[in-house]
């Protein structure tokens, strides 16, 4: 009697439950963690808010905006010369352009004609620009020489400058000053500090 008793309170108690591995602790522990509250996720769609980024795509901070006397011509010209591509042009009814945007290598250049009844002019009305357009390019010399053949004149002969640049100038026909460089040389402030010194004594006068 007190056998079967025995193995009845032996059948009647609950299996002993193992512990649960490491892994599996971590697991658990992990996908709580993970697990976003009821509501979060939208809560935290609406604080965030869209980047403006305010700068068309393909502009720099800043940009070159020429004013010409005849920007369609200029456009045509300026493909010739410096290989720039034309990117749109928005003409007024009397056929002159508001808005010209062409791209020179990586970067934008805007135009307009000249409109004097509005006090915009060109450099042929002022008589000069007071503005350098600086292009760097692989072969100074060969866009140099591109660029006289489409019609520009020597502003200041290409040569290997003192600052490192082989530099030169050209003038289109419309009245802008181009420069043209290529990097030949890296140099230091101080190196540029002595070769400047040795190429001012050299000039005639010193």
Same mark, same amino acid.
């Given at each position: 009697?007190?056998? =079967?008793?025995?193995? =009845? ?17 971590? %697991? ?8 976003? /509250?009821? #509501?979060?996720? @939208? ?8 980047? /403006? ?24 010209? @300026?493909?010739?010369?410096? *290989? ?10 009397? *056929?002159?352009? +508001?808005?010209?945007?062409? %791209? ?13 009844? @509005? #006090?915009?002019? #060109? ?12 292009? @760097? ?18 502003? +200041? ?6 600052? #490192? ?13 181009? =420069?043209?460089?290529? %990097?030949?040389?890296? +140099?230091?402030?101080?190196? +540029? ?8 004594a050299q000039q005639p006068g010193r």
């Open positions: 009697m007190a056998r =079967s008793k025995a193995k =009845s309170r032996a059948k009647a108690k609950p299996a002993r439950r193992h512990a649960p591995s490491r892994k599996t602790a971590a %697991k658990k522990a992990a996908s709580k963690k993970a697990a976003p /509250k009821r #509501g979060a996720a @939208y809560r935290s769609a609406a604080k965030a808010k869209p980047k /403006k980024k305010g700068i068309p795509e393909g502009f720099g901070t800043v940009t070159a905006h020429l004013i010409v006397e005849g920007v369609a011509d200029a456009m045509d010209f @300026y493909k010739r010369a410096f *290989g720039a591509e034309e990117l749109g042009r928005m003409p007024m009814p009397d *056929g002159r352009l +508001m808005h010209g945007l062409m %791209k020179l290598g990586d970067t934008m250049v805007m135009l307009v004609d000249a409109f004097e009844d @509005y #006090g915009v002019k #060109g450099p042929k009305a002022l008589g000069g620009s007071t503005v350098t357009l600086h292009v @760097y390019v692989p072969d100074a010399d060969e866009a140099f020489q591109q660029a006289l053949d489409a019609g520009c004149t020597v502003a +200041m002969p290409i040569a290997d400058m003192f600052w #490192g640049d082989r530099y030169g100038k050209v003038k289109d026909p419309f009245g802008h000053e181009w =420069s043209i460089a290529t %990097k030949i040389r890296d +140099m230091t402030p101080e190196e +540029m500090e002595e070769a400047q010194k040795a190429a001012f």
